[in-house]
């Protein structure tokens, strides 16, 4: 059983993963749109979100090419759900989840498909 809580740990211990998760607070999001706003490489927001998935705190579904994440809303790791109130409780006035949920909105603004297709030039910040 350690080794499944050391999983679920691991994967929130990345500042980059608990922006993600903080995201999803929000709702569903697409992959484009969790890259635009963490201005990351979309290689290394995969991995973020591919260990996010393998401790049970994201879900995924496909949509045509799109691929949209969740919050884990099964148990699909027994501790998972713990540690996703711990992260939920926290960081509300954190300014750099404030300025993610900023960006979201902007993001949130330019249709999915010219997102994807443009990536964070698809819409102007004033950072």
């Avoid at 993963?17 to 607070?25: A, G, P, Q, S």
């Avoid at 540690?83 to 509300?92: C, D, E, K, Q, T």
Wanted: charged content about 25%; hydrophobic content about 45%; glycine content about 4%.
């Amino acid at each position: 059983m350690i080794e499944t809580f050391e999983t679920v740990a691991k994967a929130i211990a990345d500042p980059n993963r608990v922006r993600i998760l903080k995201l999803l607070e929000c709702g569903e999001l697409c992959v484009c749109q969790i890259t635009a706003v963490l201005d990351l490489a979309p290689a290394t927001v995969s991995k973020h979100l591919a260990m996010l998935k393998t401790a049970g705190l994201l879900q995924q579904r496909r949509d045509g090419k799109w691929v949209y994440y969740r919050r884990a809303d099964r148990d699909l790791n027994p501790y998972a759900p713990r540690f996703l109130a711990l992260v939920g409780a926290s960081l509300a006035d954190d300014p750099t989840t404030a300025n993610d949920r900023r960006v979201l909105a902007m993001v949130n603004a330019v249709p999915l498909r010219t997102l994807c297709d443009q990536g964070r030039s698809a819409f102007t910040t004033k950072e």
